[in-house]
């Protein structure tokens, strides 16, 4: 009778990731003693729901969400610069205007920098490297909802 008692005793807690099934991060929820002290406490995932612990998630998610707009301010400044950069390289080509080589993100990220314009290759996107002479569209990742594109123009070597 004792165990009964003690399997229905719930613990409420502050997630502080996402769980599935369970909640969304800083969401206060109820589960059991156990798996809250055995799994979510220890592995960082939640806090206990104390009036401490409560405020230290609200200042958590004010410093979170002052980080996020000032570095969509940030991206959205670049981009504003990226759209007007026109990059310009030439190559060598074989039959059908087709390049020896190709363009890759390496060789634009350089170019970029080049220009006083550092991003990194990572967030050029750029599904395969360029292979075709003429001229490109190509989208630059810079937060996830500033995505601009610079103008890539691939001339023949004479």
Not at 3 to 13: D, S
Not at 36 to 53: Q, S
Not at 107 to 118: K, S, T, V
């Amino acid at each position: 009778m004792a165990n009964t008692a003690r399997e229905n005793l719930k613990m409420e807690i502050i997630l502080r990731e996402d769980i599935a099934h369970l909640g969304r991060i800083g969401e206060t929820v109820q589960v059991k003693d156990g798996y809250a002290r055995n799994f979510l406490i220890p592995y960082g995932k939640a806090y206990r729901a104390t009036e401490g612990n409560k405020r230290q998630i609200e200042m958590e998610h004010a410093r979170s969400a002052e980080r996020l707009a000032m570095e969509r301010t940030e991206a959205e400044q670049l981009a504003a610069q990226l759209v007007t950069v026109t990059l310009a390289f030439t190559a060598k080509t074989g039959d059908g205007d087709r390049l020896f080589g190709s363009i890759t993100t390496s060789e634009i990220a350089d170019r970029l920098a080049e220009a006083g314009h550092p991003v990194d290759k990572r967030h050029i996107e750029l599904h395969e490297p360029i292979r075709m002479i003429g001229e490109h569209r190509v989208a630059i990742r810079l937060h996830a909802d500033v995505r601009p594109e610079i103008l890539v123009t691939v001339t023949k070597e004479e």
